[in-house]
């Protein structure tokens, strides 16, 4: 990856949870003024930092989480209050090791997606109950290290397509990162955001 320019991707959210020794990371991205779509298992007490690029960001407190299924590695977090900054757009339909040092400034990277087969029959048995045909792959040269749980894939057309589930970082170059897909959710999405203003 390389850094954002500073109009890149301001949709980015970094969601901060904390106790009193160690400091949680994850991504999300916005989907309209008050809502943020990232990973389910990032779920814990959090605040959102809203406008990390270009910074400076400011702190908001998470007042709903709503997530779609125990099974499913996607929710929705609630900001206390409207936030200003543009939000990505939903997609109309018909997948790490914690770094000693997080980069400053927001990375971008292009990531090619990759055939799901290669490695199907491992997710079926280490995750028996998660809907694997809701998740895609991407190539693995690239450092899942810094790839922030929750952030989203987004397609070309500027519109989320996945967010950022996970990976095996002990084989960050070796083994694919994995996406959880949008599209099976988003009739869930529009009505939770739409619902709950």
Same mark, same amino acid.
């Given at each position: ?70 099974? &499913?590695? +996607?929710? !929705?977090? *609630? $900001? ?8 990505? %757009? ?54 899942? &290290?810094? +790839?922030? !749980?929750? *952030? $989203? ?8 397509? %996945? ?35």
């Amino acid at each position: 990856g390389q850094d954002c320019k500073p109009w890149d991707r301001q949709y980015h959210v970094r969601l901060v949870s904390t106790n009193k020794t160690h400091e949680n990371l994850c991504g999300g991205s916005l989907v309209n003024h008050q809502w943020i779509l990232t990973a389910a298992h990032c779920w814990t007490t959090m605040f959102a930092d809203i406008g990390v690029n270009p910074g400076p960001n400011t702190s908001q407190e998470i007042t709903d989480i709503r997530v779609f299924s125990p099974d &499913h590695d +996607i929710m !929705l977090v *609630k $900001l206390k209050n409207l936030t200003p900054y543009p939000y990505i %757009a939903l997609p109309k339909c018909l997948p790490c090791a914690p770094l000693k040092q997080h980069p400053q400034t927001l990375q971008c990277v292009d990531l090619p997606v990759v055939d799901c087969r290669s490695i199907r029959g491992n997710l079926k048995y280490y995750y028996p109950y998660v809907p694997y045909n809701n998740w895609l792959l991407s190539h693995h040269n690239i450092n899942q &290290h810094f +790839i922030h !749980l929750g *952030k $989203l894939l987004m397609y070309i057309s500027g519109k989320i397509y %996945a967010v950022v589930s996970g990976g095996h970082p002990s084989f960050a170059f070796a083994k694919p990162c994995y996406f959880v897909r949008v599209c099976p959710y988003i009739k869930w999405i529009r009505s939770t955001i739409k619902n709950k203003p």
